[in-house]
């Protein structure tokens, strides 16, 4: 089992403007591991990509809880769960599909396919009418300190 060395969570309404706050507030706890701008970069935009998921399909036109928590581990990755308490997915292989949408003609279909691309794992646990859970996991490249020449 890997051991988890610090964890955060939060919990907000699904209105489109806590995606930003999403984003960030995940994104200055993962500081503390040092990631490249690229690394940074990528998980940033896996969870607006899953806080929208919440935002768009979860709740219809209700306002309801997104749920996140974000773990640190003792081997330098980070675990991303983003949960709602909507009307879940009935068909999780078929929502991950790029280009499948419930979302209407405006959304593109492609959130897990983005998330996929951007973090080394993705899981998907859904029941209809109970929520879904997404857990994503980045592994931080450990920098290598340049040791000093005596």
Known sequence: ??????EMKLAFDSKSSNEAFARSAVASFVIQLDPTI?????IKTAVS??????VVHAYGDK???VYIRVQITENSSVIIQVKDKGIGIEN???AMQPMF?????????????VMQSFMDKVKV??????????????YIMPKISAKKSV
């Not at 089992?1 to 610090?6: P, R, V, Y």
């Not at 979302?103 to 492609?110: D, N, T, V």
């Not at 646990?125 to 980045?138: D, H, I, L, N, R």
């Open 101 to 113: 949408t419930t979302g209407g003609s405006e959304r593109a279909g492609l959130g897990f396919a």
């Open 38 to 42: 690229s690394e940074l970069s990528d």
């Open 125 to 138: 646990v859904s029941k209809v009418g109970k929520g879904t859970s997404v857990t994503m996991e980045k």
């Open 49 to 54: 990509e899953a806080v929208t998921n919440v």
């Open 63 to 65: 306002i309801g809880s």
């Open 1 to 6: 089992m890997i051991k988890i060395i610090n």
């Open 92 to 94: 999780i292989e078929q």
